[in-house]
């Protein structure tokens, strides 16, 4: 399966209620992922319509350790999680999400394991920069299987700690090589990422991740 | 010697073991949830406010003032999305009319007037596999060109169905979803009566659209297809139409933002006249998403008719103040020019309009 042809399409213009990163025609491409599946089901997820949604709000933006953007990451912006299912049995689930990048938008999907929330395939929809052979290179991409949120959050401990180890995930991901000026789109997209899989654990899986969180924190403030 | 061996492993060992901070951490058990409700399930709610003033060379003036909103639920079983409604509803107060470019039906209601723009609903994967038939019901737009997978509802510039066929939106059904892994297919059954369900002897019209799949949008930027149109429309009496016509639109970045070119190209007959459309747009959008300008050339030509042409190139300069990617969350506003440089009927303008929008 080739997911360097693997698309969903941009949200942008669609001719309906505009939803964030929806899939104009979702069996399309989610056929594409998971050739074997037999249905999907949307969920639309949207921060005020929680109950503490401005508490959840800022919470991801602490989480992520970056300011949202005002024009790209609103409070309103809605999020659609896609189930695939074979039969009755959930077998993946589809999320994606914008972030600006140098040239525009930059929009980071992730097929993620239902159980474990490992990315299982992280892929673009949408890329506007001048870096996107590049970062859509299957060698980049695919660097990411099996990483997840507590991945991240080990990350910002050993940052913090000061310590190179060889179990820091994220610090092993190589960039692609590209040229000073996309370096930002590529910072760009493992923000992207990290959103997303913050987002899921939001939405999806009620904060499964926190613990990792709460120990990156502390060391943080040490 | 072996003992000593041991020993030597146990100690590098030890001095290369790297000891885990996350050890004694065990993500938290994800608690069952259940579907909360009606309005909390599936559903999305918009309001919409836009106040648009038009003025022309010759001194006509315009007021369109409207309130709107959009609803759309969506319905599912416990593994399947089978259902989607969707609904948008204006009330209007104009006064004046000035034939904006997104407005041309001003002219037949003045004062305060209830609108519906989309009124359809989806039903998803009825058979053949999962996305291969979806059945739509309802009033959307017209399935030819790009106006499908284009939302005017509240731009100033449009594309060519309204003026191609007199209604950019229209009652019908069909079939809509995957036709190869290359393609993609719209298949329907007009009224042919645009904003209203009339039946007046018209035949309907049956229309088809087939164009590239996702995958070329989003590794390519470019979106193409050919669409058909032929039978019976009302406007207002009955037209025998037929339409063939091409489309395509391309987006690309450029190291400030992004370039977006869009053209839509067709020829048919109108009861026994030869009629051609052509359409080219050019937009330009600043990676800030915060300004945008873009200018568009319109051609319309009918065989027979004493002036036979209608074209015009517009330009529009707009200032984003919320410019949401997924359209979610905007806010902006647009000056808009055209120059008319030929008309069919009437006399030619150049016609400004100022418009302020607000969609959340």
Redesign the interface.
Known sequence: MSFGRFSIIGIGRAAFFAIGCTLSNPAEDLKYLFPDMTSYKEDLKEFPKLADGKAQFQALRERLGSDLDPIYETYETPYTIYYVFKNSKKIGLVHGVNVPGKGGVIQVFLSVDPASAQVKKFFFQRLESSAADQLRSKEFRNQFDGVSLADFYKHDYYVAAKSKTSVDKIAKITPPKIDPSGRQDYDATIRGIRKNLLLLDFFVYDRKFEPFFERAKQKAKQ | MQVLIFFLCVISAAWGA?T???VD???????E?KPTGFF?D???F?KELMSEFGATDSGWLSSRQSAGF???K?F??????FLGI?FQGRLVWREGFTDSPNDHEGKSRQGVVFEYH?AYADL??LFGG???F?LRLGH??VPFGL??????HGTILQLSNERNFGFERDWYTGFW??LTEDL?YDVYYLLGSGYGINFNGQSGLGAARVGL???????YGLEAGASFMGGQRLSPNIINTLRGGLDARY?R??????LTLTSEVSAGQDALDAVVAQLYQLDY?H????FGVASQLRWFWQQHLPSSTDSSILAEATW?I????????LQWLKLNCEVQFAKQTGDRHVIWTLQYYW??
């Open positions: 790297e885990d901070p996350f951490v065990k993500p938290k058990e994800t608690p949830t909390s599936n559903f999305g918009r959009e609803v759309l969506k599912s079983t416990e593994t399947k999305t969707d989309n998803y994967s999962v996305g291969r979806n959307f737009y106006n499908l997978q284009t939302d005017t979803g995957i993609r799949a996702n995958k070329y949008l989003s590794n987006r970045a450029i190291p400030s933002g992004l959008l990676s800030s998403r915060r984003y919320n410019n949401d990617v997924s359209n979610s969350n969609y959340w």
